[in-house]
């Protein structure tokens, strides 16, 4: 079992940056591919990024490629997505999840493959 804690959200301008963060606890985090996904009211959970058990590979959603990077190190059980220029569409709230999905980038932008998740944190981005 696998619990996951996510912080760092909050309320930035338009440009600003975030940088979140999220523990696990349990032994199996470096086995885990984990991922970040956002829901914005209203809308459907969609995939943010992800990144591979050993992080040497990542896939992310068109709308943050080249603005968000995800990383992670497994000494601290922690993966991290750094969120730069922010756009107010960006807001959100902000769910890492894992499991042992397999690296392939039409497998791991699906929600549906992780079977833990976090509580969320809120991003807000004003215009």
């Known amino acids: 079992q696998v619990q996951l804690a996510e912080s760092g959200g909050g309320l930035v301008q338009a440009g600003g940056s975030l940088r979140l963060s999220c523990v696990a606890s349990?032994?199996?985090?470096?086995?885990?591919?984990m991922g970040w996904f956002r829901q914005a009211p209203g809308k459907e959970r969609e995939f943010v990024a992800a990144?591979?058990?050993?992080?040497?590979?990542?896939h992310y959603a068109d709308s943050v490629k080249g603005r968000f990077t995800i990383s992670r190190n497994n000494a601290k059980n922690t993966v991290y997505l750094q969120m730069n220029s922010l756009k107010p569409e960006d807001t959100a709230v902000y769910y890492c999840?894992?499991?042992?999905?397999?690296?392939?980038?039409?497998?791991?932008?699906?929600?549906?493959?992780?079977?833990?998740w976090g509580q969320g944190t809120q991003v807000t981005v004003s215009s």
């Open positions: 999840a894992g499991d042992t999905v397999p690296f392939v980038y039409t497998i791991v932008s699906i929600a549906r493959r992780y079977g833990y």
């Open positions: 349990g032994r199996t985090f470096s086995t885990y591919t």
């Open positions: 990144i591979s058990y050993t992080g040497g590979t990542t």
